[in-house]
């Protein structure tokens, strides 16, 4: 059953993700930056941490209190110092509270 989007009555609602969600990069591989997704269904301290293969902490795109809902972030395959990393490997950790996920991805130059 298909309902137009004019008939939705989502004013009052307020939409929340149902559950953690970290989302593969986009692109991957990529040159210059990536675009991360993750999803929140509720309030929780957030944390972003990019890491190289070594496990060492590359930078941190998110590190404070987030409402539940969907957020991005932008990695321009910069540490925090605001230098350029090298191509390779390189993993993204979401960590809150109750949930932790890492995922892969790679730097091509």
Known sequence: VF???AELNTKNENIFPSQFILEQNYPNPFNPATLINYHIPKD????LII???LGREINRLADHNLLAGSYNAIW?????SGKEVGAGVYF???KTK??????KM???K
Do not use: C, E, R
């Open 44 to 47: 929780n301290f957030v944390q």
């Open 3 to 5: 309902t137009p989007s």
């Open 76 to 80: 321009n395959g910069k540490n925090a």
């Open 106 to 108: 790679v730097l091509l």
């Open 92 to 94: 993204y950790k979401l």
């Open 98 to 103: 109750d949930f932790i996920k890492t995922k």
């Open 51 to 53: 890491y190289d293969v």
